[in-house]
Antibody
Framework: EVQLVESGGGLVQPGKSLRLSCAAS????????MTWVRQAPGKGLEWVAT????????YYGDSVKGRFTISRDNAKGSLYLQLDSLKFEDTGVYFC???????????WGLGTLVTVSS | QSVLTQPPSASGTPGQRVTISCSGG????????VHWYQQFPGAAPRLLTY???QRPSGVPDRFSGSKSGTSASLAISGLQSEDEADYYC???????????FGGGTKLTVL
């Protein structure tokens, strides 16, 4: 059974950093692209970042480019998102998802909540 | 404001057929596949239809997707109370080189 479990969310001040993790199981992690998507409270889904199987190619949404970094450790079956220079508008639930097509994600985690507040 | 435009709300009575639209442009819907996700409050999104009109196993055939030009639609027939949820379309955008989501449509079953 495919499982994605996010962790690392919490309350953080503006300008600070946070590192999110996503533990994958039930599939061969190293053979899939992976994606982070976020959702602000009461708002819609917003794509954050995507990474290729070997980590050699990464794509970022405009609102996080230059501040967030996606990475992965295939040996550990884990996906990461480093959030730097956090802003109030980065508040939301962050989901990791398995990507099987350019805009197609077939499995999603339950998400981890990031709250940016002073 | 999303580049993929969906109506913010839709509604229907049990048994009815409801359609949710998703309007884009040549760089996204017009040139790439459209996928639809269903999301209940407090839950993760769930893939509903993919590659315009395909359905994952386990999704009832009451749900169907379609695409024509720069617009796509999700149709739900035989509406049920448990269909009350938020629905999002998604497509890759060649110009932005990124994944776009529609703004979402909140479906209410009256």
């Amino acid at each position: 059974e495919v499982q994605l479990v996010e962790s690392g969310g919490g309350l953080v001040q503006p300008g600070k950093s946070l590192r999110l993790s996503c533990a994958a199981s039930g599939f061969t992690f190293s053979t899939y692209w992976m994606t982070w998507v976020r959702q602000a409270p009461g708002k819609g889904l917003e794509w954050v970042a995507t990474i290729k199987q070997d980590g050699s190619t990464k794509y970022y949404g405009d609102s996080v480019k230059g501040r967030f970094t996606i990475s992965r450790d295939n040996a550990k079956g884990s996906l990461y998102l480093q959030l730097d220079s956090l802003k109030f508008e980065d508040t939301g639930v962050y989901f990791c998802a398995r990507r099987v097509g350019r805009a197609l994600c077939d499995y999603w985690g339950l998400g981890t909540l990031v709250t940016v507040s002073s | 404001q999303s580049v993929l435009t969906q109506p913010p709300s839709a509604s229907g009575t049990p048994g009815q057929r409801v359609t949710i639209s998703c309007s884009g442009g040549n760089s996204n819907v017009g040139n790439n596949a459209v996928h639809w996700y269903q999301q209940f409050p407090g839950a993760a999104p769930r893939l509903l239809t993919y590659y315009n009109d395909q359905r994952p196993s386990g999704v009832p055939d009451r749900f169907s997707g379609s695409k024509s030009g720069t617009s796509a639609s999700l149709a739900i027939s035989g509406l049920q109370s448990e269909d009350e949820a938020d629905y999002y379309c998604a497509a890759w955008d060649d110009r932005l080189n990124g994944l776009l989501f529609g703004g979402g449509t909140k479906l209410t079953v009256l």
